[in-house]
């Protein structure tokens, strides 16, 4: 009976040390992992020759109405397009809240997926200016149903461009992948492709999504009201964290947002608490809201940012507007700017108002259960400790995509994306329909 | 036998768990300030750090969307091509070069600022580096522990309370103010008076000399005006410099 007990203590030890799943990403504050990212070290290796690019201009409208003279720079919706000198598949990549199709993000996964053989198209959020300006309908984003339709008509004028732009270029098979609120938008066009069997997504890869949207809304618009030990005043915190960055810009002169975020924290790591960390993602994410309000609000003329009848030229200062739109939290907009000149629509049109309960229902994944639960071909990465998601929408993950959900321990909110194990995992996803080790 | 059906239990129990790992909130380490009442705070309310003094916006404006431009359509393909065909020693080579040009009006500017220390740095990097370093190619100075550091006539002029003055978007060479122009000129001024290695007077004489110091200039510059792709860029870059150069300034005061 000893010698058996025994036998069970080494198998226990043994299965402990197994099932332990060795994770190596080093990072487990997820503030610090949303902030930092991925330390260069443990990338993948993408290097490789000259990708081939350029970025194509859409000359089929693809937006109603006049452009504004505020957005006069901006005329043609546009996407990045990187092919391969033989044939190969192609994936769509969609940006997360506000980013446009060159963030460094997108510009990452272009990388990953162009080395694993894929011609890849580069789109804009539906979140950010360019395309509300350019490839909106209703030039009001934020509910993923109407999005994603906006979405899809981009992509197959996309298609046609690229058509256009190299005859001879050969695609076999068309994927999808999005990030953030890309990745949502990425599950609806595949839903939406499914009725409307125009593409035929391969595979469809969703990255971090939002589960329940108003759920990622709450959390990220608390984050500006953190407490700070030692900071009762914002402006003076505000301060210090611009102080940062513009000291990162004085070292290496350069501005990018993701980047220069992370440099300026990889640096002061040791002096940031989490509160500040978790200010400066509540900060950036209000940022994107900002910008997204003022093209909103100029687009549908609401008066609510810009008086009515002031024009905004290119000339024109837009310093008070920068203000009044900085003061808007996602939920706001929704409220007051969204849904009143989305109904007024829908009204003239005879359609049922939509309320702000339909609203966060057409964006959240849980309205697509039974689809993503029959579609095997469509996957998804989260983390455990992703801010933007809670412990029903983890669960709901779990429920409805079963093996082909891949949940990592740690990571935050896209920390972990350029990992060289996560690469590994989407790239494996996308080619095979499962993960490697699942 | 007991423990084995225990054993068992564990196994599928902890498969599970390990299928499962559970949510941990991130949003729970952290206090808030209440939404309404009391305990609330102004949340983002003043905004005041983003107000730059800038009567001239309408021109500057202009100048950034002609920059912008310029930046899109002529700088970058330029630059990109001349990452793609020059060597990267060579280009290292070439912005060494203009650098120890540049530690002339340094090492000036810092005698001006009467700041002894930095002005030995800067005089000791020029002799070395134009000797050792072969005429600037190299900076064996940075290995000897001597790094280039920036200075010049705006700063010194700073030092002595000349106020920065209206923000400015120069044609051409980006974010600046009324001082820093002003600063600028003189800086060129200097450089050409010194005519250190008879190099400067060629800068604009000379299209081809010109091409390849602007083409260093604007590589060391990692700038681009659309990395903030909102329609809020000109406010995040105008008040970006600002901050930028007013840290500068702190080391001179």
């Given at each position: 009976m000893i010698h058996f007990r025994a036998g069970l203590l080494v198998l226990f030890c043994l299965y402990t040390?197994?099932?332990?799943?060795?994770?190596?990403?080093?990072?487990?504050?997820?503030?610090?992992?949303?902030?930092?990212?991925?330390?260069?070290?443990?990338?993948?290796?993408?290097?490789?020759?000259?990708?081939?690019?350029?970025?194509?201009?859409?000359?089929?409208?693809?937006?109603?109405?006049?452009?504004?003279?505020?957005?006069?720079?901006?005329?043609?919706?546009?996407?990045?397009?990187?092919?391969?000198?033989?044939?190969?598949?192609?994936?769509?990549?969609?940006?997360?809240?506000?980013?446009?199709?060159?963030?460094?993000?997108?510009?990452?996964?272009?990388?990953?997926?162009?080395?694993?053989?894929?011609?890849?198209?580069?789109?804009?959020?539906?979140?950010?200016?360019?395309?509300?300006?350019?490839?909106?309908?209703?030039?009001?984003?934020?509910?993923?149903?109407?999005?994603?339709?906006?979405?899809?008509?981009?992509?197959?004028?996309?298609?046609?461009?690229?058509?256009?732009?190299?005859?001879?270029?050969?695609?076999?098979?068309?994927?999808?992948?999005?990030?953030?609120?890309?990745?949502?938008?990425?599950?609806?066009?595949?839903?939406?492709?499914?009725?409307?069997?125009?593409?035929?997504?391969?595979?469809?890869?969703?990255?971090?999504?939002?589960?329940?949207?108003?759920?990622?809304?709450?959390?990220?618009?608390?984050?500006?009201?953190?407490?700070?030990?030692?900071?009762?005043?914002?402006?003076?915190?505000?301060?210090?964290?611009?102080?940062?960055?513009?000291?990162?810009?004085?070292?290496?002169?350069?501005?990018?947002?993701?980047?220069?975020?992370?440099?300026?924290?990889?640096?002061?790591?040791?002096?940031?608490?989490?509160?500040?960390?978790?200010?400066?993602?509540?900060?950036?994410?209000?940022?994107?809201?900002?910008?997204?309000?003022?093209?909103?609000?100029?687009?549908?003329?609401?008066?609510?940012?810009?008086?009515?009848?002031?024009?905004?030229?290119?000339?024109?200062?837009?310093?008070?507007?920068?203000?009044?739109?900085?003061?808007?939290?996602?939920?706001?907009?929704?409220?007051?700017?969204?849904?009143?000149?989305?109904?007024?629509?829908?009204?003239?049109?005879?359609?049922?108002?939509?309320?702000?309960?339909?609203?966060?229902?057409?964006?959240?994944?849980?309205?697509?259960?039974?689809?993503?639960?029959?579609?095997?071909?469509?996957?998804?990465?989260?983390?455990?400790?992703?801010?933007?998601?809670?412990?029903?929408?983890?669960?709901?993950?779990?429920?409805?995509?079963?093996?082909?959900?891949?949940?990592?321990?740690?990571?935050?909110?896209?920390?972990?994306?350029?990992?060289?194990?996560?690469?590994?995992?989407?790239?494996?996803?996308?080619?095979?329909?499962?993960?490697?080790?699942? | 036998m007991r423990s084995f059906f225990l054993f068992l239990?564990f196994c599928?129990?902890?498969?599970?768990?390990?299928?499962?790992?559970?949510?941990?909130?991130?949003?729970?380490?952290?206090?808030?300030?209440?939404?309404?009442?009391?305990?609330?705070?102004?949340?983002?309310?003043?905004?005041?750090?983003?107000?730059?003094?800038?009567?001239?916006?309408?021109?500057?404006?202009?100048?950034?969307?002609?920059?912008?431009?310029?930046?899109?359509?002529?700088?970058?393909?330029?630059?990109?091509?001349?990452?793609?065909?020059?060597?990267?020693?060579?280009?290292?080579?070439?912005?060494?070069?203009?650098?120890?040009?540049?530690?002339?009006?340094?090492?000036?500017?810092?005698?001006?600022?009467?700041?002894?220390?930095?002005?030995?740095?800067?005089?000791?990097?020029?002799?070395?580096?134009?000797?050792?370093?072969?005429?600037?190619?190299?900076?064996?100075?940075?290995?000897?522990?001597?790094?280039?550091?920036?200075?010049?006539?705006?700063?010194?002029?700073?030092?002595?309370?000349?106020?920065?003055?209206?923000?400015?978007?120069?044609?051409?060479?980006?974010?600046?103010?009324?001082?820093?122009?002003?600063?600028?000129?003189?800086?060129?001024?200097?450089?050409?008076?010194?005519?250190?290695?008879?190099?400067?007077?060629?800068?604009?004489?000379?299209?081809?000399?010109?091409?390849?110091?602007?083409?260093?200039?604007?590589?060391?510059?990692?700038?681009?005006?659309?990395?903030?792709?909102?329609?809020?860029?000109?406010?995040?870059?105008?008040?970006?410099?600002?901050?930028?150069?007013?840290?500068?300034?702190?080391?001179?005061?």
């Amino acid at each position: 009976m000893i010698h058996f007990r025994a036998g069970l203590l080494v198998l226990f030890c043994l299965y402990t040390l197994c099932s332990g799943a060795s994770y190596q990403y080093p990072i487990q504050n997820p503030f610090l992992s949303t902030v930092m990212g991925t330390p260069e070290h443990l990338w993948p290796d993408l290097s490789g020759p000259a990708i081939n690019e350029i970025n194509l201009k859409i000359y089929h409208p693809l937006a109603t109405g006049p452009i504004p003279s505020a957005f006069s720079n901006s005329r043609r919706a546009t996407v990045r397009f990187a092919w391969q000198n033989r044939p190969a598949p192609l994936i769509f990549l969609v940006a997360g809240t506000g980013a446009r199709f060159n963030a460094s993000k997108v510009e990452f996964l272009k990388r990953v997926f162009y080395r694993a053989g894929f011609h890849v198209v580069q789109l804009s959020s539906p979140t950010s200016s360019d395309f509300m300006v350019n490839a909106s309908n209703t030039h009001l984003p934020g509910i993923s149903r109407q999005d994603a339709s906006d979405l899809y008509r981009l992509m197959q004028a996309s298609l046609k461009r690229i058509e256009q732009f190299n005859q001879r270029l050969v695609i076999n098979d068309i994927y999808l992948a999005g990030y953030s609120l890309g990745a949502l938008d990425a599950a609806f066009v595949g839903a939406l492709d499914d009725r409307k069997e125009v593409i035929g997504f391969q595979r469809i890869l969703l990255i971090n999504p939002p589960v329940y949207l108003e759920r990622s809304i709450q959390n990220l618009d608390q984050l500006t009201r953190v407490k700070v030990q030692g900071v009762d005043d914002t402006t003076e915190l505000f301060n210090r964290f611009f102080d940062q960055l513009a000291e990162y810009f004085r070292k290496n002169n350069h501005l990018d947002v993701d980047d220069s975020l992370k440099e300026v924290i990889g640096r002061e790591v040791e002096t940031m608490s989490d509160g500040e960390l978790a200010l400066l993602i509540g900060v950036a994410f209000r940022f994107s809201i900002a910008s997204m309000v003022f093209t909103a609000d100029i687009m549908n003329r609401t008066g609510l940012i810009v008086p009515e009848g002031q024009p905004i030229t290119v000339t024109e200062s837009r310093t008070p507007f920068f203000h009044r739109s900085m003061h808007w939290n996602f939920q706001q907009y929704l409220e007051r700017l969204l849904l009143p000149s989305l109904n007024l629509h829908r009204r003239q049109q005879g359609d049922s108002l939509l309320t702000r309960k339909d609203a966060f229902l057409q964006s959240s994944l849980p309205v697509l259960e039974r689809w993503l639960k029959k579609s095997k071909n469509i996957g998804v990465m989260h983390n455990a400790d992703d801010l933007i998601i809670d412990q029903e929408g983890l669960s709901f993950i779990y429920d409805t995509f079963g093996q082909r959900a891949k949940i990592y321990p740690y990571g935050g909110h896209m920390g972990n994306l350029q990992f060289s194990a996560n690469v590994q995992d989407m790239v494996g996803f996308i080619k095979t329909g499962q993960f490697p080790d699942a | 036998m007991r423990s084995f059906f225990l054993f068992l239990s564990f196994c599928v129990f902890s498969s599970y768990a390990q299928d499962r790992i559970p949510y941990s909130n991130p949003m729970d380490q952290l206090e808030y300030y209440e939404e309404h009442g009391d305990g609330a705070r102004s949340d983002i309310r003043r905004l005041a750090f983003l107000d730059v003094y800038d009567p001239l916006e309408p021109v500057n404006r202009l100048f950034f969307g002609f920059n912008s431009g310029l930046d899109r359509y002529f700088l970058k393909p330029v630059l990109n091509l001349y990452r793609v065909t020059v060597p990267s020693f060579i280009r290292k080579g070439v912005s060494n070069f203009f650098q120890n040009m540049q530690d002339v009006p340094n090492t000036l500017n810092s005698l001006m600022q009467l700041r002894a220390r930095a002005a030995l740095r800067s005089g000791t990097r020029l002799v070395l580096n134009t000797t050792v370093g072969i005429l600037g190619f190299f900076d064996p100075a940075e290995a000897a522990g001597l790094s280039y550091q920036r200075n010049d006539f705006g700063m010194t002029l700073a030092r002595y309370g000349v106020g920065a003055g209206p923000y400015l978007m120069l044609p051409v060479l980006g974010p600046s103010n009324v001082r820093d122009t002003f600063g600028l000129t003189g800086d060129i001024l200097v450089q050409d008076t010194v005519n250190f290695l008879t190099v400067p007077e060629h800068y604009y004489s000379d299209p081809a000399v010109f091409a390849i110091y602007g083409i260093n200039y604007r590589s060391e510059i990692q700038f681009t005006y659309e990395d903030f792709e909102s329609p809020f860029s000109y406010d995040m870059i105008r008040f970006l410099y600002t901050r930028k150069r007013e840290l500068q300034l702190q080391t001179v005061y």
